[in-house]
């Protein structure tokens, strides 16, 4: 079985690679900007449709005249996060981001609080950018709607499979679908808005079927009200989703680190507002009806380029893009999972490169979190959205005020400046995580408002549990480790070469005590079992078990304990003949009594567990032809 999962392995991952290639793998700007600013870059498909979503049901077409004021607002939110985010760059060139920031200046339980917020943020990235992406499939291809979750579920796998990969080779895989995409949308929007202003595009036809549809989804068209507008605003703050991942990953780039992620930052911040406010300014001018079948961005797609190649390309890179935002997350929870596991809050095993020198643990394991939000969620994007932001913009705040601290702490040239800086983006993003919460707690926003302190809850569980270990381990000034009486135990399901083989290698552990113990469920096997024994063991004495069930596992294991308690003995060795065959399908023709013992034996106290293997010969009939000429 080994052999064929490391073949299957290989052909998936790749060849290993060694720590000293971990160089060779950081980023080029360009490959950065596709890898860490997909999931940001990728949410202008959808953050202009979730604000419609809010106000069509309030106020019907007439909700694309806030559209644009609410834009605005949202991308200068984005200028200040963004100038913001260049300082904890160069502050913090290591990367960890909100999570680091927070630690080094705000505290323990804060950064927890940041590190938790990340986390359910990376995984919902993963969550609304898959569903989207699916959204994205089925606008084309009406008639794969009924599969969104399986559809889902696979681009979740796929995506999990490049980075799996490393991060420079997901990076190369992942970027010429955000390039294309980013070409498009460029194209889409510059010359939807010149045919429109120069009169070459009018307005669409309301499509009253699916208006309807929306405005009786409301209670009635009262109009939009201030928490309309609030929770409107809320959902296209969405955009700013993926923008702390560079920072967070600076070390991924290559040298000098933090110019080069400071640069991409400042690439991606433009290409986002712009593409955000030209597709906002866009719905504008052509008034698309909202539609439960199909996107804004599809509609606008198919108003400016028809339904022909063009559309083809925009539909596909979008999809492709909102599936590959998913891979910003899969390469920022891995890394701030890695160091948060050094810090003791999280298992050891997620601050360990795998074969590919990423982070496997961490990426597998948000994929197995991601896909389970997509099975509850139905791989609905717009009922995923209201959890989306809550962690997001308690991390950004966090961040922002971690490094008002740090500036009136260290009074480097120009703190002033940079204290002030970091100070508005600490208010402004305190303000709309505010917001977040209370236009969209009764809609789903509570789930991370208690699923993030009961994060940090089991962060410091796990903490509570490794420095517990830790003093349990510690070594006394002075401490011996008592002798111990050693028996050894082995276990004989017949008398052949694998059963003296582990008896001599039971024998050459030096134990106080050596004793074998078989189980037996017929009695006329009991006489012919002592009689070969008697004539290969030497002396070593054999226990014989009746057990009429048949149930050995039990009877062996009733056997040690018995054996412990008979006398003041330390530890026990338990010795397991285990069969090693010549080909993996083989094991299906053998029983798996020594794997079925070592599983209930391996966390018995003061119990050791060896497995002693032995391979028969390959042709025994020639063997026996041979003794015979």
Do not use: C
Not at 214 to 221: P, R, S
């Amino acid at each position: 079985m080994a052999p064929v999962y490391s073949v299957l392995k290989r052909l998936l991952v790749g060849r290993p690679l060694s720590s000293a290639e971990q160089e060779h793998q950081r980023l080029a700007k360009t490959i950065a900007l596709a890898v860490f600013s997909s999931d940001a870059i990728s949410s202008t498909a959808y953050a202009t449709e979730e604000i419609l979503h809010v106000l069509v049901p309030l106020a019907g077409l007439a909700a694309l005249d806030d559209l644009i004021p609410i834009s605005m607002v949202v991308v200068t939110l984005l200028a200040i996060v963004v100038f913001s985010y260049r300082q904890t760059i160069f502050a913090y060139p290591n990367g960890g981001g909100s999570y680091i920031v927070s630690r080094e200046n705000l505290g323990e339980t804060p950064a927890l609080v940041a590190g938790a917020s990340l986390l359910v943020d990376y995984t919902l990235t993963v969550a609304v950018s898959v569903s989207a992406g699916v959204a994205a499939i089925t606008s084309a291809v009406k008639p794969m709607a009924d599969h969104r979750v399986e559809l889902g579920l696979v681009l979740v796998v796929l995506v999990t499979v490049g980075n799996l990969r490393g991060i420079k080779e997901a990076g190369q895989i992942f970027a010429v679908p955000t390039y294309i995409y980013m070409g498009i949308l460029g194209l889409l929007i510059v010359w939807g808005l010149w045919q429109s202003f120069t009169g070459g595009l009018d307005r669409l036809p309301v499509d009253q079927v699916q208006l309807d549809h929306f405005t009786k989804a409301g209670t009635l068209m009262t109009g939009v009200t201030l928490f309309a507008l609030m929770r409107a605003f809320s959902s296209g703050a969405v955009a700013l989703t993926g923008i702390e991942a560079i920072s967070n990953a600076v070390p991924a780039f290559k040298r000098p680190e933090a110019r080069n992620a400071a640069t991409t930052l400042g690439w991606m911040a433009a290409i986002l507002g712009v593409f955000f406010f030209g597709i906002s300014l866009l719905a504008h001018r052509l008034g698309p009806t909202l539609s439960a079948h199909e996107t804004i961005l599809s509609t606008l797609g198919t108003a400016v380029f028809g339904r022909g190649f063009l559309y083809i390309v925009l539909q596909a890179s979008t999809a492709a893009i909102l599936t590959l935002a998913a891979n910003t997350a899969f390469s920022g929870f891995p890394l701030l999972a890695s160091i948060i596991a050094q810090d003791g809050y999280l298992p050891r095993q997620l601050a360990t490169r795998g074969d590919r020198l990423a982070f496997s643990n961490g990426i597998v394991g948000l994929a197995g979190a991601a896909a389970i939000l997509l099975i509850a969620f139905g791989g609905e994007t717009t009922a995923l959205i209201p959890l989306y932001a809550v962690g997001v913009f308690t991390s950004f705040t966090l961040s922002q005020w971690g490094m008002v601290q740090r500036h009136r702490r260290i009074r480097e040239a120009g703190w002033r400046f940079g204290a002030i800086v970091n100070g508005i983006g600490a208010v402004a993003t305190g303000a709309v995580l505010l917001v977040v919460l209370v236009s969209k707690f009764t809609i789903g926003a509570w789930i991370p408002a208690v699923v993030i302190p009961l994060l940090v809850l089991l962060l410091r569980g796990i903490k509570r549990h490794y420095q517990s270990v830790g003093l349990g381990l510690r070594v006394p000034t002075g401490w011996r480790p008592p002798r111990h009486r050693h028996t050894v135990v082995l276990y004989v399901e017949e008398v052949n070469q694998g059963a003296l083989h582990a008896m001599a290698y039971g024998r050459s552990l030096a134990p106080d005590k050596l004793v074998a113990v078989s189980v037996v469920s017929d009695l006329n096997e009991l006489s012919m079992l002592e009689s070969e024994w008697a004539r290969h063991s030497s002396g070593v004495p054999l226990e014989i078990i009746y057990s009429p069930a048949g149930e050995i596992s039990r009877a062996v294991i009733g056997y040690v304990d018995q054996v412990t308690d008979s006398g003041a003995i330390g530890g026990v060795t338990v010795l397991l003949p285990e069969l090693a065959i010549h080909h993996w399908w083989e094991e299906l023709l053998h029983n798996q009594i020594a794997l079925s013992l070592k599983g209930r034996l391996l966390f018995r106290p003061g119990t050791v567990v060896t497995s002693v293997p032995y391979r028969p010969r390959r042709e025994p009939e020639r063997d026996d032809r041979l003794a015979n000429r």
